[in-house]
């Protein structure tokens, strides 16, 4: 009797329910806790007034300046990741695990102490400028710019848009390709017309996940923007941890969260596009 | 011509990741206390790195952290996808969705949905926060190695196992699981990495009074990393270096194996 319903437990769909529990109190509910301390005042009464000061211009400059970064980073991550992830292709048997693990490896490294380390590449006696000085160049200003965040973010997230723009090139079925050629495509028609549409999903999802993080981010503005310039990011863990002005703080986490949304509905809409192909082939 | 400019862009690339890493390398041995001054070579801070309290500490505490927060996270991922075998389409799709919420969002919104929510539940900022709210990121990694291979399972081992008088219990361990230990070991692995390298959760979630090597290496930060935390990130570096390789020649071997078996076949 005993083993009956163990043997029926083992399978059941009960399984699933402490994982139910689980999302409620700590998935759904910090979101709600974010959603309540945003829109109400220190004394816990209803207010917009934290979202009206979110849209004031000094706090809508950073979020626009916060996109952009994002926006430029993601696409020189792109543009970086594409070549990349063509050539590892290519060298898919002989030698694509070891050039595959040397781009795993550096995310092993606490990226803390890597972003610090672009201090000492980037700053004014740094290691560029010390092999500029070494050509006779004359020296870059790179530290505390928006350049140096956005080298900074590429270098960061650069393994989320080659993971997932990997896996999409790497099923593109190499008859397909030889078909282009042979019906007489150049190596640029080939990419533009055969390849770039076939990788679509991979493109999409990879820039979704770099632009988030990219966007929210307030560890590599602060370490080499040099708090000089101020991301949505360092806005809020400002609000959180120095003004304790945390209805604020969620309010801006709130706008966020609406970026947030937005990128999940691309990818949703992207990743139904080609279920869609795959169901009329 | 084309080859040696692919063979360029490889190395190129190969150099913009580790340039960083090897900046952190020669940091570990230079005799001077502070970044972007190189006033000789030492072995003193790898000798240091044992009394250095405060980083053991951090050390230990992202080591426990990590480690229990991936068993956890795998435990439950694992429970869930055996659950979500038995659901329909529109469940399975509800659960992944709500599943993947962490995965898709912000971490700094992760971090401060949870410290509200831990505040707002009256619990204090420790380490049991800290080890709840790697849980709660870790799981859809977790997920995501887990789910596909529970799902793509075939029922038909089981039952035979069933038909054959294992108990359940037995059945269980001796069919289901060892198909699943890749993606459980996996899970456990990505889990584990997620939470060892998590900073902005950590941050929000982690109350005063108790760091792990991320929060101990931005506190530092302001007055300048202890060279100490150079040596242990080069040691951890050296580490993970040693185990790729091994699984580099392990490959190998296997690939040796396989194709020493086709060949037999063949002949």
């Not at chain 1, 509910?29 to 945003?38: A, D, H, I, M, S």
């Not at chain 1, 770039?196 to 979704?208: E, K, N, Q």
């Not at chain 2, 050390?59 to 075998?85: E, P, Q």
């Not at chain 2, 390789?245 to 392990?250: D, F, G, Q, W």
Request: charged share 15%.
């Amino acid at each position: 009797m005993n083993e009956r319903i163990a043997a029926k437990l083992a399978t059941h769909r009960f399984l699933a329910l402490p994982f139910a529990l689980w999302a409620v109190l700590f998935i759904v509910l910090p979101l709600f806790f974010v959603l309540f301390t945003g829109l109400t005042n220190g004394a816990g009464n209803f207010t917009l007034e934290n979202i009206s000061t979110v849209l004031q211009s000094e706090y809508l400059k950073a979020l626009g300046l916060s996109v952009e970064l994002a926006l430029v980073s993601t696409f020189i991550c792109l543009l970086l990741a594409y070549p990349l992830c063509l050539i590892l292709r290519e060298r898919k048997e002989s030698r694509g695990l070891l050039v595959f693990l040397l781009f795993l490896l550096p995310l092993w490294m606490n990226s803390l102490l890597t972003t610090m380390a672009w201090q000492t590449i980037m700053e004014k006696h740094g290691l560029i400028n010390m092999f500029l000085a070494y050509l006779g160049l004359p020296e870059v200003h790179l530290i505390n710019t928006s350049a140096a965040i956005i080298i900074g973010m590429v270098y960061n997230f650069l393994p989320y848009m080659v993971l997932p723009l990997y896996v999409s090139i790497s099923r593109i079925d190499e008859s397909i390709i030889e078909a282009a050629r042979d019906l007489g495509a150049n190596s640029w028609q080939t990419l533009r017309h055969v390849l770039l549409p076939l990788s679509l999903p991979g493109i999409v999802s990879g820039s979704t996940m770099v632009f988030i993080p990219a966007l929210t981010t307030f560890v590599i503005s602060a370490l080499l923007g040099g708090n000089k310039v101020l991301l949505v990011g360092n806005i809020i863990e400002q609000e959180f941890t120095a003004a304790y002005d945390w209805q604020l703080g969620s309010a801006l986490s709130m706008v966020l969260m609406v970026f947030i949304i937005l990128n999940i509905l691309l990818e949703a809409f992207t990743d139904s596009g080609e279920q869609g192909k795959k169901g009329r082939s | 011509m084309m080859e040696k400019l692919k063979n360029g862009y490889l190395g190129a690339i190969v150099l913009f990741l580790y340039a960083p890493i090897l900046v952190l390398i020669a940091q570990s041995f230079n005799a001077s206390r502070y970044r972007g001054q190189w006033t000789g070579f030492t072995w003193q801070w790898y000798e240091r790195l044992i009394e250095n309290e405060e980083i053991i500490a951090a050390f230990t505490n992202t080591l426990t952290i990590g480690v229990t927060s991936a068993i956890l996270a795998t435990l439950l991922a694992l429970v869930t996808a055996l659950g979500m075998r038995q659901m329909g389409l529109r469940g399975r799709m509800l659960f992944r969705g709500i599943a993947n919420v962490p995965l898709l969002n912000a971490d700094i919104v992760t971090g401060i949905s949870l410290m509200l929510l831990f505040l707002g539940l009256g619990l204090r900022l420790g380490y049991d926060t800290i080890l709840l709210a790697h849980i709660v990121i870790s799981l859809p990694y977790a997920m995501l190695c887990i789910l596909p291979q529970v799902l793509s399972m075939d029922d038909v081992c089981y039952e035979a196992a069933r038909d054959l008088g294992a108990p359940p219990v037995t059945a269980f361990r001796k069919v289901i699981l060892p198909e699943l230990v890749p993606g459980i070991v996996a899970a456990f692995l990505l889990s584990f990495a997620m939470s060892a390298d998590d900073f902005i959760v950590t941050y929000f979630t982690k109350g005063a009074g108790i760091e792990t090597l991320t929060t101990e290496i931005y506190a530092e930060l302001k007055l300048g990393v202890h060279p100490e935390m150079y040596a242990l990130s080069t040691l951890f570096f050296c580490g993970v270096l040693v185990f790729a390789a091994l699984l580099m020649l392990n490959y190998k071997v296997i690939r040796r194996y396989r194709e020493a078996g086709r060949e037999e076949e063949a002949a």
